[in-house]
């Protein structure tokens, strides 16, 4: 089955709509190419879209995304698929078929995300895009910025009674519970992986018993507490009790660095936990703050951020991992080190403890059945007709993710040229 | 602070030849120090003993009380992020410092290398050969078989050739392995106390060593306290406590034995033949032995399955303990049972190797992982002794 607006020659795919196929998308069809963009959630802008600010210039993640959306929304050449994810590769370089699967919706075009069908819903799920720590209707705006904006509907936790209230909430008659999943496939000369990233799963850090209390969150949860649009409206309290924290401790190398784990340094980590310390410290000008490491890597221009940072009399420095956490009574933790410089054990009782989790690439599990070459991490290498760039290549800051998907945009548009 | 770094690359060749190859993977996380379910709050190990060893600084870790008291428990090796096996450099160190403030030192590089094996087993096997042919006894018995003529028949000054002989081979070793062993611990003891950087001006008497430091100590031993804390290589107490209790009941018969037939023997007759098997002290070295090969075999299939999870590293320091004490078992196991069977044969060549077995256990005791039992011991005693008042109260 091919999509009824079958590609063009010599088109591009590029997977994954985060900051980095974003990029790639843009710069492949702004000099001509035809693009397909394809994204497994139901809106773009990916990790970007849940942070509160990008460091260092700590601007919020719409100053890069909009423009970005503007520029797909103008771009003819774009076409973008959401909760769609790539089923199998065939061919080779200039020459692929791609085969790709649509989730349904169960919303369509006409939607003008005016939020009837979610005042009708009387059914709740998890709310993803904060990482769980709130509820959200199962008819739902994925966030306040989702491009395209578009409710969706998540149908099997809905009941027959909140369906039918949904139905007839809607005025414009965008709500289809009958759309099905969708699978097409496309020929390209030339694919873009884009995969990104996702937070390690904090739970297989065993010593560091994270389902022990609620006071311990990883940095993309404390990006959500901290962004206007997460679950407390952007004010940074103890998920459970909405405790005002007086005191923060932040782990990092949280799985980074760690062969039982994620073997390489992931490093975003240093520079996010500088980040939010700023954003700890616009809301609790006293707060004592305790940041455990093993080696601080703010290269190059970070070095500056850092050192402002460090010079914060109440945020304290300890080298030395956190290797075992203990959940306290009264809601708070224990965290316990070993200080490599003193040699002393010591422990920081907090209210408020952040993993600095690390990256896993999103490609690991699923890069085998696509037949994608990996290094031994995940990360996908490509070849000639394929490339990776972002966080599927390695770990990376938006700058750097940025660069390499400019740089796949190049390599795509080779790739597609010398298939004409 | 500042710690001029004088590396001594000899000793950093000997750690990675004893299984501490992975000491250089370090990157000093400090994970282990916390992970140690032995180690204290002040001054944590095995974090510092790392970097010490990456810089090659022997003489502290020599004199430090915490590379004794390390079980080897493996929960240090389990959570390394860099698969640098601080448990496996650990027990490097330890092997270093066996044959460190091993006396005499020759001896004790000797037993340190697996190369040296052939002379390791040779010369005690030759040494007793050579006796036994000597003695006239290396023929097969007639009748019963007693292992009391196994040197020969005859009287000596109302003992038989069998027992001086024996005497005169095992006393001395066994008095040398406890002076040797004694020279080495003192001089770690002496090293220990110099790197406490107090003064002492008081030092505790022999009594009250013994009754504050030692027997502590000893019971803390007994009851496996610090194993039984071990998180990843828990199973080890299984194997450990029979084992030592084995040795404690083999020793008391082995002591009950020369007491009876050495000495009570030169006034009473009829003391010199085997003691029978309802005897209630060969009830006790018949249990010890089956105890000493069980709980050897579940040290040995525990190290192997450590091995084979690449927790450990295979090391010639840890398994010529485990197979000396399992062929001392084997050995004596098989002498008794081809003797009550009645195959003279087997029986006079098992009671050679065991005789042979028995010399390699007390001679290389200090130098060998044997030698932990009086060096963590005494390093217990000492990590008392710090804490104790004859330490703290010297300061003003």
Known sequence: MTDERSAPAGAVLVVGGGISGLTAALEAAEVGKDVFLIEKNPYLGGRVAQLNQYFPKLCPPSCGLEINFQRIRNNRRVRVHTMTEVKSVSGGPGNYQVTLESKPRFVNNNCTACGACADACTDEIDNAFNFGMNKSKAAYKPHDMAFPMKYVIAKDACGDASKQAIKDACKYDAVDFDMQAKEFTLDVSAIVWATGWTPYDATKLENLKVNSSAAIISNMQMERLASPNGPTGGKILRPGDNKEPESFAFVQCAGSRDENHLEYCSYICCMATMKQITYIRSQYPDAKITVFYIDLRTPGKYEKFREKVMADANVTFVKGKVADIIAEADGGVTLVAENAVTGDKVSAKVDLAVLATGMEPNAKGQAAALGLATDGNGFILGDEGMSSCGCAKKAADVVTCTQSSTASAMKAIQASRRSV | ?396
């Not at chain 2, 090796?77 to 450099?89: F, N, Q």
């Not at chain 2, 196991?333 to 390699?360: D, K, N, Q, W």
């Not at chain 2, 030698?371 to 330490?391: D, G, I, N, P």
Request: proline share 6%.
């Open chain 2, 1 to 396: 602070m500042a710690i001029r770094v004088e590396p001594d690359l000899n000793f950093i060749k000997f750690l990675k030849s004893a299984g501490g190859d992975t000491l250089k993977k370090c990157y000093q996380c400090a994970t282990c120090s916390v992970v140690c379910p032995l180690s204290s709050d002040n001054k944590p190990f095995p974090r510092k003993e790392m970097i010490w060893a990456q810089w090659g600084l022997k003489d502290r870790l020599v004199a430090d009380p915490d590379v004794m008291l390390c079980h080897q428990c493996g929960d240090c090796t389990a959570y390394c992020p860099r698969g640098a096996k601080p448990g496996d450099v650990l027990g490097a160190i330890r092997a270093y410092a066996y044959t460190h403030y091993g006396f005499p030192n020759g001896l004790a590089k000797l037993v340190s290398q697996g190369k040296n094996l052939p002379i390791l087993i040779g010369a005690p096997a030759l040494l007793i050969l050579i006796v036994w042919f000597l003695s006239g006894g290396m023929h097969l018995p007639q009748g019963d078989i007693d292992f009391g003529n196994f040197f020969g028949h005859g009287y000596f000054m109302g003992l038989t050739k069998n027992v001086l002989i024996i005497d005169a081979i095992f006393v001395p070793a066994f008095a040398f392995a406890v002076f040797a062993a004694y020279k080495g611990v003192s001089n770690m003891w002496n090293n220990m106390a110099a790197q406490l950087d107090v003064k002492s001006d008081f030092r505790p008497s022999v009594p009250q060593f013994i009754t504050q430091f030692l027997v502590p100590s000893v019971k803390e031993i007994l009851a496996h306290k610090r194993f039984k804390e071990c998180g990843t290589n828990h199973d080890r107490v299984n194997g450990h406590l029979p084992l030592l209790l084995a040795f404690i009941g083999l020793f008391a018969v082995t002591t009950y034995g020369m007491i009876r037939k050495d000495i009570v023997g030169m006034f009473v007759e009829g003391l010199h033949g085997p003691i029978p098997l309802s005897d209630p002290f060969k009830i006790l070295a018949n249990v010890s032995a089956i105890a000493l090969i069980v709980g050897v075999g579940i040290l040995w299939m525990n190290r192997s399955r450590m091995e084979e999870e690449n927790n450990a590293s295979p090391t010639f320091y840890d398994w010529f303990l485990i197979t000396k004490i399992m062929a001392v078992g084997v050995t004596g196991l098989c002498a008794e049972l081809t003797r009550l069977i009645g195959i003279p044969v087997l029986a006079y060549l098992f009671y050679y190797l065991h005789l042979v077995t028995i010399l390699m256990l007390f001679v290389y005791m200090p130098y060998s992982k044997f030698a932990h039992m009086v060096y963590r011991t005494f390093a217990m005693a000492f990590e008392k002794y710090r804490a104790s008042e004859f330490v703290q109260k010297t300061e003003e």
